[in-house]
């Protein structure tokens, strides 16, 4: 209890003393939560000096808000704390839109049960200092800020004592120890290097005798770790009052990674200079603010100009620039200008001094200041004439044939979709797709060789050429084919009339030098018409095909139009291959078997395999209509392949149940003989069925010999080693292979029905079997008569001691468990 009396005593003591003095005093009542403050304390805070009832928050509310946490947490003690003293400084609102900073003193008074109930304290403002002390602050951190981005190292030189002190840092920017430090002269000039030290010799002398102005020289100074290092000295003498230097201070800092960059800058311009001298590039430097432009001599000899290098304007080059290129170059300045674009690269036209054209390619950077924005542009300019003229010749090739010059297939179709895509409407004139096929051009390359046929198709092509009409296109699109696009063609009438005048311009004779006579040729044509209606360039260009197919079928030397006829015969053929195609996977094929019959005693010798095709919905279809389309088409391999293994399966059966010397005839179309796997095809079947080779017999016709005979000897004498006999079919049908029978590896003939046709009745047509067989027998050579229909014809060979026959006389082509019934007996009729 006393000494709350004494508590409370002393505080009213230092408020009263506080009031007395004039000074800034506070006292906060807790328990009722009021405060006093002092006319001096609410000067501070920018309150009326008289009292109106005072709140805490008239202080509070002033604080800045940086302080307030820290003043509320000072201010604010535990219960148990009477007694503490505290001082703290905060910034508080003056009224005057100011922060005046305030020194707070108070001590907290407990109560009579020891609970802090009241804050008593003064307040001082202490602006003035702080503000100092702030200047102080921002003066000794500019300074440590300076001398640590200036990284220099200090000296002073007493040229009276020749003493020299030497900064800390000056020592650690030659890499020496404070062990090592000294204060002599030496200790500086006996580590320059050599050829640097008679220059700074010299400029240290010059300031020592006059001296005043400041200096500054790079020089090399030895490292105490890493070699030589590049240094600038700066300084000025000091000078007495009679104009005596008597100190020499100045400083030096290290500058080894600027004189390198600088070193390195000269090596890459130096480089830039050499690559730029040996790709052959002119150089240009912009600069944009002056409008001037530089232009290396070589950027001057590109474009013939006379002078070598020469200073000019941008609008002086643009001028030279093609007209049609020089937007897309503006722009292309402009959008690198702006930031769009990271570098400028362009290619574009130029004009020559000749006159001439050019092709280069331009390319650039801008150097930007600090905003980003422009200053200067500097780049190179190439000459790409060559290479833009070789990839103009690689775009022509791609379109034109190399041997004649003309457009290929693909600009041809590319013009006649474009064609059909502006004959939209109905009111427009149609256009016409003509196609031309040499007759018999084949003929000419085997006769005269290829440099003289090359030269028959140029000297076509140029007639084309000659005749075209402006907006028309003349084609080569394969060996011998050409064709033809015209537009705003009237009506089929006169589609017609200019192919048969194309024509017969292509048919005039033609003088080839070191031919005695002249060559004549004729064309066979096929026309499409737009009208027709046409989406697809290839649909028109495939109709005018089938118009020249049956140009050719009908004879040759002639043109047709592509019709709704032609069109439904077209659809029929896709049909068929389509379901071709689904009856070779779906085993919609059989075989039937035609009995060959030994003339002698008329029994059956063997039989020969013929395809049928059984089809779902169209019935049994003749291998006359589908068997040159699966060659077409390369279906027949398959089918083929199929044909010989069921064949010679069938075969193992028979022989097997009934005479193990009958035979089997496998017609083999030239598609199959001239194919890589036909001796495999052929080994595998007699491994797989394990029927006597000389008992498998492989019909080949007469045409094939003549079409590859080199090859088609060395495939049949491959088959023949197998042991598998081979029979010519349909022989003296064709070319004149009598001369080259001998040739060929075969082991009978087959004399074609027209020619046994109405033999026994004294026909003159009997002399051709008759001839046949006599042929043959000097060849040693089996003979098979097919087509055989009466007894007749069956006494007339027998009669010529022909071995073998077939034919309606004695049984059709008949499925395989008929022809089985057959088997064991006499074929009479």
Same mark, same amino acid.
């Given at each position: ?17 506080? &009031? ?5 005093v506070w006292d906060w009542d807790l328990t009722v939560d009021a405060m006093f403050l002092s006319p001096? #304390? ?154 640097? &030290? ?20 790079e020089y090399r100074i030895q490292h105490g770790l890493s070699g030589w290092r590049w240094m600038l ?19 030096? *800092? ?70 049609? +290129? ?8 402009e959008l690198h200008l702006s930031g769009r674009l990271d570098h400028l690269e362009h290619e574009v ?53 190399? &041997? ?32 031309? +096929? ?37 084609? /080569? ?71 020249? #197919? ?5 004879? /040759? ?11 439904? /015969?077209?659809? *029929? ?52 209509? #589908? ?46 003989? &001239? +194919?890589?796997?036909?001796? +495999? ?55 004149? *292979? ?39 027998? *000097? ?51």
């Amino acid at each position: 209890m006393p000494q709350t009396t004494s508590d409370e005593q002393l505080a009213q003591r230092y408020l009263l003393a506080g &009031l007395s003095s004039g000074e800034a005093v506070w006292d906060w009542d807790l328990t009722v939560d009021a405060m006093f403050l002092s006319p001096g #304390f609410r000067e501070h805070l920018g309150l009326p000096p008289v009292e109106t009832g005072t709140s805490p928050r008239d202080w509070f509310d002033r604080v800045h808000h940086d302080d307030l946490p820290w003043l509320e947490a000072t201010l604010r003690p535990r219960n148990d704390e009477g007694g503490r003293r505290f001082v703290i400084e905060h910034r508080v609102r003056n009224g005057r839109d100011d922060w005046t900073w305030l020194a707070v003193r108070g001590a907290a008074i407990a109560g009579t049960d020891g609970t802090v109930t009241r804050l008593i304290g003064t307040a001082a403002d202490i602006t003035e200092r702080k503000q100092a002390e702030e200047k102080l602050r921002i003066s000794e951190e500019r300074l440590a800020l300076a001398a640590a981005a200036t990284n220099d190292g200090l000296y002073d030189w007493d040229l009276r004592t020749d003493r020299i002190y030497y900064a800390p840092r000056w020592w650690a920017l030659i890499g020496l120890t404070p062990e090592e430090e000294a204060d002599g002269p030496d200790e500086w000039l006996n580590r320059v290097h050599p050829e640097d &030290l008679i220059w700074l010799q010299a400029t240290l002398d010059a300031q020592m005798s006059a001296g005043g102005k400041p200096f500054q020289i790079e020089y090399r100074i030895q490292h105490g770790l890493s070699g030589w290092r590049w240094m600038l000295c700066r300084g000025i003498a000091v000078m007495d009052a009679e104009g005596e230097p008597v100190r020499l201070v100045g400083s030096q *800092s290290d500058i080894t990674d600027r004189k390198v960059a600088e070193e390195q800058l000269r090596i890459s311009e130096e480089r830039y200079a050499l690559a730029a001298q040996g790709a052959n590039d002119g150089l240009w430097d912009w600069r944009i603010q002056e409008g001037e432009v530089y232009y290396s001599p070589r950027w001057s000899d590109m474009l013939g100009l006379p002078g070598g290098e020469w200073v000019g304007t941008m609008e002086d080059w643009f001028a030279l620039v093609h007209a049609s +290129d020089l937007p897309g170059l503006r722009a292309a300045f402009e959008l690198h200008l702006s930031g769009r674009l990271d570098h400028l690269e362009h290619e574009v036209r130029t004009r020559h001094d000749s006159g001439a054209e050019l092709w280069v390619l331009i390319r650039g950077v801008a150097i930007r200041d600090a905003l980003g924005d422009a200053i200067r542009m500097a780049g190179s300019m190439t000459d790409i004439t060559a290479r833009k003229r070789a990839e103009q010749q690689i775009l022509f090739d791609a379109f034109h044939d190399g &041997l004649t010059g003309l457009p290929n297939r693909s600009l041809l179709m590319d013009r006649i979709g474009q064609t059909i895509d502006r004959r939209r409407r109905p009111d427009d004139p149609p256009c016409a797709v003509i196609l031309f +096929d040499l007759d018999h051009f084949k003929t000419v390359n085997d006769s005269l060789g290829p440099n003289a046929g090359d030269e028959v198709l140029r000297i076509l092509a140029k007639r084309l050429e000659n005749q075209r009409r402006a907006g028309d296109t003349i084609a /080569r699109l394969s060996a011998d084919e050409f064709g033809v696009l015209m537009d705003g063609v009237v009506d089929v009438k006169a589609a017609m009339t200019a192919a048969q005048r194309l024509a017969t311009i292509m048919a005039e004779p033609i003088h080839l030098p070191g031919l005695p006579q002249e060559l004549v040729l004729t064309v066979s044509g096929g026309i499409a018409m737009s009208h027709t209606g046409y989406g697809q360039a290839a649909d028109m260009l495939r109709d005018a095909s089938l118009a020249m #197919f049956r140009a050719k079928g009908a004879g /040759r030397n002639r043109v047709e139009v592509f019709d709704d006829a032609l069109r439904a /015969r077209a659809m *029929s053929r896709l049909r068929t291959e389509a379901d071709l195609r689904l009856a070779a996977d779906r085993h919609q094929l059989t075989l039937f078997y035609q009995p060959i019959v030994r003339l002698s005693d008329q029994t059956i010798a063997g039989f020969e395999a013929l395809i049928r095709w059984l089809h779902p919905e169209r019935g049994m279809i003749s291998p006359a209509d #589908f068997v040159p389309l699966a060659e077409d088409t390369g279906l027949i391999l398959q089918i083929g392949r199929w044909a010989m293994q069921e064949a010679a399966e069938q075969l193992a059966r028979w022989q097997k149940t009934h005479d193990s010397g009958l035979f089997m005839s496998v017609n083999v179309s030239g598609r199959q003989m &001239l +194919d890589d796997d036909m001796v +495999d095809c052929v080994r595998h079947v007699l491994d797989d069925t394990g029927v006597r080779p000389d008992t498998l017999k492989l019909e080949i016709t007469e045409s094939l010999l003549m079409d590859d005979p080199g090859r088609a000897v060395s495939m049949m004498q491959q088959i023949r080693s197998l042991g598998v006999h081979l029979s010519l079919d349909d022989f003296g049908t064709g070319y004149s *292979s009598l001369s080259y029978l001998h040739r060929y590896p075969v082991n009978s003939l087959k004399i074609d029905r027209a020619f046994v046709s109405g033999s026994g009745n004294g026909d003159r047509r009997e002399e051709i079997p008759r001839i046949i067989l006599l042929l043959a027998k *000097s060849l040693d050579l089996d003979v098979v008569a097919e087509g055989i229909e009466n007894p007749s014809e069956v006494i007339f060979l027998r009669g010529l001691e022909c071995r073998y026959g077939q034919g309606y006389y004695f049984s059709r082509p008949v499925p395989a468990d008929a022809a089985e019934k057959l088997l064991g007996l006499p074929m009479l009729p």
